[in-house]
């Protein structure tokens, strides 16, 4: 059975900083590339930043500089280390597994956590 824990959200005031991790079980972690999403209340989920099994990253624009994606494969374990938080980071925040082999792609997700900055 796949599992994805995701934990480290609460509440933090503006500038502050939080980081999550994610923990896997029941996947072969070191091939997935591993992602963090976040979905705000009335939006649509999206891309916050992905670590692939050779340790690329990308990040969506509004993060970048302030958000660390990493992965500790040993661990089973990805981080989303966040800083100078926004209040318009306020969102659930989830982890991702994903994994694409001969055309055919598989995901899994955690349950999320939320992250809200306000003062």
């Not at 590339?33 to 989920?45: E, I, L, N, V």
């Not at 509004?62 to 990805?78: E, L």
């Not at 306020?90 to 792609?105: G, S």
């Amino acid at each position: 059975q796949v599992q994805l824990v995701e934990s480290g959200g609460g509440l933090v005031q503006p500038g502050g900083s939080l980081r999550l991790s994610c923990v896997a079980s029941g996947i072969i972690f070191r091939v997935y590339t591993m992602g963090w999403y976040r979905q705000a209340p009335g939006k649509q989920r999206e891309l916050v930043a992905h670590i692939t099994n050779r340790g690329s990253t990308i990040y969506v624009d509004s993060v970048k500089g302030r958000f660390t994606i990493s992965r500790d494969n040993a661990k089973k374990t990805v981080y989303l280390q966040m800083n100078s938080l926004k209040p318009e980071d306020t969102a659930v925040y989830y982890c991702n597994a994903n994994l694409v082999v001969d055309f055919r792609e598989t995901d899994y997700w955690g349950q999320g956590t939320q992250v809200t900055v306000s003062s």
